[in-house]
């Protein structure tokens, strides 16, 4: 799995029941073994359908005359649907076969963002040192890992104890794509990887975050956005791939209010929710589904009051139940406290004016 990510135990505090228990569990072997599609995998080969044929069968008639009828043609695939029996919606819904009501993308745009970023990488800032060269970073026990569905693990040896019952999740950056250019570990789109132990069994399930940078790259099928660590390195590489985010900002194709950052930096539990954190954008709530699947929620803003990104380190009160967090900035104020109550509402932000420089906080 990835590593350089933060741990979280919900739903039970197991520790305890965890000591001087011998056991061990066999992980699912292609939790192990599956490596993403960029580095090794190749997917299976598409259906091949020559033609296809939709036809609707006439309301007064169940059969066919041979003499009308069409024979498709060898390895083609012949779709039949019966007719609608509600007139009023047969008559609301009757479109040719042929209608599209889906304008198709402009290409030309892309291809030509996509030439752009090829010139950045390959000749203004390419990634000449192997600490940068994602071909080595990510490599060996840093390599990425694919997405698992709930998988049930084999207990080898011992047995779990049966009133042993919660889930641990972990976090870390993960990236879906090999990225073009210089790469940082900490630039990974992030990835939760789940182990649900409850009735004498454990279910291991690794799925990304879908904030709104992974899926937007993920449709398109390529990185789109610069990393925050790696990608922005001098003055030329800033001002070029600066400038390409704002090409595909004002083509459409990027819409920054949607939130740009990733979510792979830790977990936080408060409010009666969990949410996946990281410094560059909003929280995004998550949770584990009764099937044992790992499901995003969303982007969360607080009702609209938390307009910019936070710590994602909060230090929470195991007993009153609030999250006290903070946000830093490069303009004043530097420096910006607030807190959630025990309900996951938040407070009002407190500036901290006393903070005369901007800082990385750690």
């Not at 001087?20 to 073994?33: F, L």
């Amino acid at each position: 799995m990835d590593a350089s990510s933060s741990s979280f135990l919900s739903v039970n505090q197991t520790s305890k029941l965890l000591a001087g228990t011998s056991m061990a569990m066999a992980i699912p072997k292609s939790a192990v073994t599956a490596t993403p599609s960029f580095l090794s995998r190749r997917r299976p080969p598409p259906l091949n359908v020559s033609s296809a044929r939709i036809e609707e069968k006439s309301r007064n008639s169940t059969t066919r005359s041979p003499a009308t009828s069409r024979t498709s043609r060898p390895g083609s695939t012949t779709t039949t649907l019966p007719a609608a029996t509600n007139s009023s919606a047969q008559s609301t819904r009757k479109y040719p076969a042929n209608d599209r009501r889906v304008a198709e993308p402009n290409l030309q745009p892309i291809m030509i963002f996509n030439v752009l970023e090829d010139v950045i990488n390959n000749f203004i800032d390419p990634p000449l040192r192997p600490s940068v060269d994602p071909r080595y970073v990510l490599s060996d026990n840093f390599a990425p890992v694919d997405e698992l569905p709930p998988t049930e693990c084999e207990v080898i040896h011992g047995s779990l104890p049966s009133c042993l019952d919660g889930a641990y999740i972990r976090n870390g950056p993960n990236p879906q794509f090999l990225p073009r250019g210089p790469y940082h570990l900490f630039d990974g789109d992030g990835m939760l990887h789940s182990v649900r132990i409850s009735q004498g069994k454990a279910t291991l399930c690794s799925r990304y975050i879908k904030t709104y940078k992974y899926t937007l790259e993920r449709d398109a099928g390529a990185p789109l956005l610069p990393n925050v660590f790696s990608g922005f390195n001098g003055l030329a590489a800033s001002a070029a791939r600066g400038a390409l985010s704002a090409f595909r900002i004002l083509a459409g194709q990027v819409n920054p209010a949607n939130g740009i950052g990733l979510a792979n930096t830790s977990l936080a539990y408060f409010g009666n929710r969990l949410y996946a954190l990281g410094e560059s954008d909003l929280p995004y709530a998550v949770r584990l589904t009764s099937n044992e699947d790992i499901e995003t929620l969303g982007r969360q803003d607080f009702d609209g009051k938390l307009l910019m990104s936070m710590t994602a380190h909060p230090k929470i009160d195991l007993e009153t139940g609030e999250a006290f967090a903070f946000r830093s900035g490069p303009v004043p104020p530097f420096l910006t406290y607030f807190r959630f109550d025990g309900n996951g509402n938040k407070q009002p932000d407190v500036p901290i004016f006393s903070m005369t420089r901007p800082l990385f906080p750690p």
